[in-house]
């Protein structure tokens, strides 16, 4: 599987900005694909995630309300819209992917991701 993210950049507060991600590769292996971040200094967040299959949406406390994620099954793109930019939603944006295996309907952890793309710069200030 190979994530590949784009549209990141610098935006002032209250901006807003949105990342894409293609993803290519075995489907079967990716039933979860989601949007990790890691701020300066911090470990890794998971903050937006969707069941491929359902479209079925999940977000972080932080995010929600801000964030939508979104899918275009047909291009297998993902999307990250964020609205309503924060300083503290500095960071490197990551899109992430795993297959779960079993009834699952919640956010995936960053640590539960076992594919990921490049990441993409984000700054707010």
């Known amino acids: 599987v190979q994530l590949v993210e784009s549209g990141g950049g610098s935006v002032q507060t209250g901006g807003s900005l949105r990342l894409s991600c293609v993803a290519s590769g075995d489907a079967y292996s990716r039933n979860f694909i989601g949007w990790v971040r890691q701020a300066p200094g911090k470990e890794r967040e998971g903050i937006a995630s969707t069941y491929v299959i359902t479209g079925s949406k999940y977000y972080a406390s932080s995010v929600q309300g801000r964030f939508s994620i979104s899918q275009d099954s047909a291009k297998n793109m993902v999307y990250l819209q964020m609205n309503s930019l924060k300083p503290e939603d500095t960071g490197m944006y990551y899109c992430?992917?795993?297959?779960?295996?079993?009834?699952?309907?919640?956010?995936?952890?960053?640590?539960?991701?076992?594919?990921w793309g490049q990441g993409t710069q984000v700054t707010v200030s």
């Open positions: 992430a992917a795993v297959y779960k295996a079993g009834l699952i309907s919640r956010l995936i952890a960053a640590d539960e991701y076992n594919y």
